[in-house]
């Protein structure tokens, strides 16, 4: 190897083409979808950080074979997003942000995405292609290269002896992701909602992790009257809280000024917004923050 193959990327992400290989509906409001490489070079250094590693994933419009993306000239990335920005909207690739919910071998040796999709009501470009996707469907992302990225917001402190999740079902990939990576023991409160009771996943952890259900159809309570209502016994927690923005500001809300948590330690993401598409919300101010 070359010292420059064995150099970090100055940019830890790069443009990657794949295609479908298969779909498989998980409940109701969640359809996975497993992607391999649409190019001979695969996913070929495609290397995710796990936890909640997002990626920004490039669909085509209806009727088009592939997304419509500019060519990445001398590695320029940023050159390539201008140059996406600059192209009409009906013709450019519709850019959604997505997590990573598994990067794997499969069993004769591709390698293999998963990305799972909430479908909702309002139906977006994103939830459109989802729900229709079927194998050789194309797509690209601008995804991690190196594992310690910052697409990678859980950032679990040595000292925490108590972690707290809150996730919608836009947020239950990552959720299961970071319960996955949590070391053994780990003391976890979750609270995980989705719209539907066939939407709970059966999660996998070595944590010691007691998860609440809040389930839309059956009146569960608003997210932050749930944790508002738990007793947590730690004295130096983290947080993570993802999902519809309205809710993660409520949250971070309660926990900074209500529970007295230090702000740094609760990682907070407003994964979508009530009313606005991922375009508009891009344009709008984060208002998460404000007030606490
Ligand atoms: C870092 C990050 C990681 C994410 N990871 C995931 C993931 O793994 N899986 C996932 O499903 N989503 C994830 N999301 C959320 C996803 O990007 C948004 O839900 C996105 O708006 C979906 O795009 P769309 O084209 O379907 O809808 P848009 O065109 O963006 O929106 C159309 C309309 O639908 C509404 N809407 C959007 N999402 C929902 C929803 N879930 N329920 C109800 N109404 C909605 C909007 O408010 C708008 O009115 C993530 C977001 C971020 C920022």
Known sequence: MTTAETATPAVPFAFFALKVARTRRLGPSLVRVTFTGATDEGLEGFASGGRDQSLSLFLPHPGQPEPV?????DGDLYGALGAWRAMPEDVRAVMRSYTVREQRRAGDGTAEVDIDFALHEDGGP??????????????????????????????????????????????????SAILESLPAGTRARVWLEVPYAADRLELETRADATVTWLVREEGA??????????????????AWIAGEAGSVKALRRHLVNERG????????VGYWRKGLSEDALREVPDTTEDES
Not at 69 to 73: A, D, I, L, Q, T
Not at 221 to 238: F, I
């Open 69 to 73: 993306m500019p060519p990445v000239v």
């Open 126 to 175: 994103a939830c459109r292609w989802a729900a229709q996707a079927g194998p050789g469907d194309r797509v690209a992302v601008l995804g991690p290269v190196v594992a310690d990225n910052t697409g990678v917001r859980f950032r679990l402190p040595e000292d925490a002896d108590e972690v707290l999740i809150w996730g919608d079902e836009t947020a239950l990939p990552a959720a």
């Open 221 to 238: 309570p608003a997210a932050v009257d749930a944790v508002r209502a738990a007793e947590l016994s730690g004295t130096a927690p983290y």
């Open 261 to 268: 948590i230090d702000r740094r330690r609760v990682t907070f």
